[in-house]
């Protein structure tokens, strides 16, 4: 193996001469932002891709998140994973809504509905889930939740980009969908997002609010933010469309041996895949058991020194960071299936470079016992 350090994750980087055409296009037109005709092109790309109707692109897959909750005009208490990136949270903070977490269910790692149930208030007005690790949370008993209670549902996903259950994109759950294209995604625009919407109407409106609300030259219609996605984020992601079932295949080779060789070793454990969903594989986390001779971070250090950075992905959890502990919901006896995953997680390297011998190297580091 060579010195360099191996993350965790690489975007995937197709062959630079297949990118100049759409750079010559851009010099040409002069378009480089504002619904020029690339993002018009990517737009319907990922719609025929993901097989859904409407989507609107972003700038980044934080300002689609804030964008979404402005959107549904919601505001008071929003309920939550604690388990998930800190910018699920953070959006809530920046629409001045008040998170609610709930704790996971230890098997899909996801929200709890029933933890979601008992966590809701007069004040609450949505639910916004996490599919973490694109793996899907149960769609079906939170929108149960939701209906009983009246409730919005906003998926962050993230992580689960060309993710799909038996009735098609994993996206299409919920009033409204959030994608992701920051490059440690597997597709990605450099920076970037995307808000999966329902219907014509909201996609219109969506695209108002990310257009600072701006109808015409002289109309201003609503107090909107810039959340456009650039001439040459559209582009990129345009190239990497078309590498990205190659790439996601690749991903499916690792995770294999991955999980065919760690099933052998004491003490990790692989979440097992989940049922009857076409997987994007978009990371692969293992749990640190208390019968591996090695603690989480144990291991975590070990790696390191070899040069391989493993990700504790999501340790400490968004409820531990100072802005939010102090919230009532944050209190480590309330989430102790979530403190107990972000004790033991780690997730481990898987991008389509990832070659044979660095699989095998990392395996080769686990298993040994010393
Ligand atoms: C990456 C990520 C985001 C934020 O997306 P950006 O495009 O980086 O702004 C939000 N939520 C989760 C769970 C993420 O992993």
């Given at each position: 193996?060579?010195?360099?350090?191996?993350?965790?994750?690489?975007?995937?980087?197709?062959?630079?001469?297949?990118?100049?055409?759409?750079?010559?296009?851009?010099?040409?037109?002069?378009?480089?932002?504002?619904?020029?005709?690339?993002?018009?092109?990517?737009?319907?790309?990922?719609a025929e891709y993901l097989g859904v109707e409407h989507i609107a692109l972003f700038?980044?897959?934080?300002?689609?998140?804030?964008?979404?909750?402005?959107?549904?005009?919601l505001s008071g208490e929003i309920i939550t994973t604690p388990f998930s990136f800190v910018a699920t949270t953070h959006a809530l903070w920046w629409g001045g809504i008040t998170?609610?977490?709930?704790?996971?269910?230890p098997n899909s790692l996801n929200l709890d509905p029933k933890a979601v149930e008992a966590a809701i208030t007069p004040r609450t007005t949505a639910i916004l889930p996490v599919h973490v690790y694109g793996r899907p949370?149960?769609?079906?008993?939170?929108?149960?939740?939701?209906?009983?209670?009246?409730?919005?549902?906003?998926?962050?996903?993230?992580?689960?980009?060309?993710v799909r259950d038996s009735g098609g994109d994993i996206t299409r759950h919920g009033d409204l969908s959030v994608l992701s294209f920051h490059a440690t995604k597997v597709f990605t625009t450099c920076e970037g997002g995307a808000i999966v919407c329902p219907d014509a109407e909201t996609k219109r409106r969506i695209d108002l609010l990310k257009n600072f609300g701006v109808a015409d030259e002289v109309t201003v219609l609503t107090t909107g933010i810039n959340g456009k996605m650039s001439e040459l984020q559209a582009a990129f992601g345009l190239l990497q469309l078309r590498h990205v079932d190659a790439a996601i295949r690749r991903r499916r080779e690792i995770d294999t041996f991955y999980?065919?060789?760690?099933?052998?070793?004491?003490?990790?454990?692989?979440?097992p895949l989940p049922a009857d969903i076409v997987w994007n594989h978009a990371y692969?986390?293992?749990?640190?058991?208390?019968?591996?001779?090695?603690?989480?971070?144990?291991?975590?250090?070990?790696?390191?020194?070899?040069?391989?950075?493993?990700r504790r992905y999501f340790y400490p959890l968004i409820s531990e960071f100072p802005m939010y502990r102090n919230l009532p919901s944050a209190a480590p006896t309330h989430l102790p299936i979530a403190?107990?995953?972000?004790?033991k997680v780690l997730c481990l390297p898987i991008y389509p470079a990832l070659k044979d011998e660095e699989m095998d190297a990392i395996i080769g580091m686990i298993a040994e016992t010393d």
């Open positions: 193996m060579s010195n360099r350090l191996i993350t965790v994750t690489q975007p995937f980087l197709p062959p630079l001469e297949e990118f100049i055409p759409y750079l010559e296009e851009i010099w040409k037109t002069r378009r480089l932002t504002n619904a020029g005709p690339f993002h018009w092109r990517l737009e319907m790309a990922l700038a980044s897959g934080t300002l689609a998140l804030m964008t979404a909750l402005k959107a549904l005009g998170p609610v977490f709930a704790d996971i269910d949370c149960d769609v079906n008993a939170i929108q149960r939740v939701a209906d009983v209670h009246d409730l919005k549902v906003i998926y962050d996903a993230a992580h689960a980009f060309a999980r065919r060789r760690l099933e052998h070793i004491p003490g990790i454990e692989c979440p692969f986390p293992i749990l640190v058991q208390s019968d591996y001779p090695l603690s989480r971070d144990g291991l975590y250090h070990r790696l390191r020194e070899r040069g391989i950075h493993a403190r107990d995953v972000a004790k």
